[in-house]
């Protein structure tokens, strides 16, 4: 098997095996997705619902590889110095002001503007990284559409123009992965450059596993039990439908509790763990008739 400091995965097969050695539950689709992203060198768009295990996966990549973790989260707003890179302007001006009378505009300039005074961001960061890395931009969807701009450019060659240091090129490409809640469409640019893959949430046997997996000491009959819960929870009109995350927490709350059997009352009790707003609550209580 080739080693893990040296490269990404030999096949779709060995990425479900050591995906699922650190704890994440591939499906075929997800692990030749991320086989191919790292033997093509592509970034990978992962797209689908908030709570389904798109952040995980670059995690889970991350873990079973032995890289780093670099991660970009977005947010509106996000500018270029946020994302790749800006001076310290502070201790520029500092070292303007302790630099000798005589010293020329042009030698301080060419000073001030070295690595010693350059604040990396993600992107940049993860670029000049020799190691292997694994770069999340995480929620690309939430940022404006110039970010989009600077992201194609930094995905197309993997390489960083700083006017005052010069061009600094990828020794060994990161593997991206890209998360997207859909909250709007991204440009079609950007979507050539990268591999896609929906994830969306588990069938119940599916998620049972994934359960059970992360939670050993529940009983497969719970597990079941809350698996349905779950699914029925995500087809009312919720403003937020639990995650797989909550899924699991929900497993670890009822080992907490010595649950042994999710009735009613415990499923009322405990809708805390995987509803956040009291009206999602009110309205599972109401629709499921469950009794306080």
């Not at 191919?36 to 970034?43: I, Q, V, W």
């Not at 992201?151 to 090129?169: A, C, H, K, N, Y």
């Not at 990268?194 to 046997?205: S, V």
Request: net charge negative; with cysteine; glycine share 4%.
């Amino acid at each position: 098997m080739p080693s893990r400091t040296s490269s990404w995965f030999s096949s779709p097969a060995e990425a479900v095996t050591r995906m699922g050695d650190v704890g994440y539950l591939a499906d075929d689709s997800t692990a030749l997705t991320t086989y191919l992203a790292g033997a093509l060198e592509k970034p990978v768009l992962v797209e689908g619902p908030a709570g389904v295990g798109k952040t995980e996966l670059a995690k889970a990549i991350t873990r079973a590889t032995g890289a780093e973790l670099v991660r970009l989260q977005c947010y509106e707003g996000l500018d270029e110095a946020r994302a790749l890179y800006e001076w310290n302007y502070k201790k520029q001006l500092l070292r303007i002001q302790a630099a000798n009378d005589g010293q020329a505009w042009e030698e301080t300039h060419d000073d001030i503007f070295s690595e010693e005074f350059l604040l990396t961001r993600p992107l940049l960061t993860a670029i000049r990284r020799s190691e292997p890395t694994v770069l999340l931009i995480d929620e690309v969807d939430k940022t404006d559409v110039e970010v989009e701009g600077l992201l194609l450019e930094v995905l197309s060659d993997f390489q960083v123009t700083i006017p005052e240091l010069g061009t600094m090129t990828s020794t060994r490409r990161p593997l991206v992965v890209l998360t997207s809640n859909a909250t709007r469409e991204l440009s079609e640019a950007l979507k050539r450059r990268c591999l896609y893959l929906h994830l969306d949430y588990p069938d119940a046997d599916r998620e049972r596993e994934i359960v059970l997996s992360q939670v050993p000491g529940l009983d497969d009959k719970v597990a079941r039990q809350l698996v349905s819960v779950v699914g029925r929870l995500r087809e009312l009109e919720l403003k937020k439908s639990p995650s797989i995350a909550e899924s699991v927490d929900w497993a670890r709350t009822l080992i907490a509790l010595e649950i042994t059997d999710l009735s009613d009352k415990a499923v009322a009790d405990t809708l805390g763990v995987v509803l956040k707003h009291s009206s999602d609550v009110d309205r599972a209580v109401r629709e499921l008739r469950l009794k306080r």
